[in-house]
């Protein structure tokens, strides 16, 4: 019997994470467009919320891990709530880099809103599966993602340089 597609690709389509990357982008867009249109968040501050919401208080470097998001972009997201008012954000006594972070009224409004629609699209997706084929699906995922951190964590791979544009990098070759 050959082996599957998934562990011996021959192309682009038999790749699992380009697989992963097409659901995401085809069934994320929904999630982004009633993010973007009708609430007026992106999806990154949609993440920011929805880890507030479960988790109330966090501090700052502690979001960014959770949403696995690098610090700079956590923070821009983090200024954009505040700024919308979405999010209250408290800086530490002894450290004032250590902000603490945690949704404001307006913004577990928001949360309380959007979330049910984002598990409505969730159902939709899964739809097709059985509960057995989903409660698999769910401990496959769980498996992938520990493998995952595990070869991330033994990876001796080079960092890109993103100090320069991009540009910069192509002419440098």
Known sequence: M?????????????????????????GG????????GRFGITRREWRVIARLAQE???????????????RARTSRAVSSLVAKKLVRRQAGVSDRRQARLALTEKGRTLHAALFPLVCEINRGLLAPLSADEV???????????????????????????????????????
């Open 56 to 70: 109330q208080e966090l501090l700052s470097s502690a979001l960014a891990d959770r949403i696995q998001l690098d």
């Open 135 to 173: 409660r698999r699906l769910d401990a496959m995922l769980g498996s992938l993602q520990l493998q995952a951190d595990a070869m991330v964590q033994a990876a001796e791979l080079p960092k890109a340089d993103r100090r320069r544009g991009a540009r910069a990098r192509l002419a440098m070759g």
């Open 29 to 36: 867009s929904m999630v982004i467009r009633l993010c973007e």
């Open 2 to 26: 050959p082996a599957p597609a998934l562990r011996e690709p021959s192309g682009l389509d038999d790749l699992l994470l380009y697989k992963l990357s097409r659901l995401l982008a085809v």
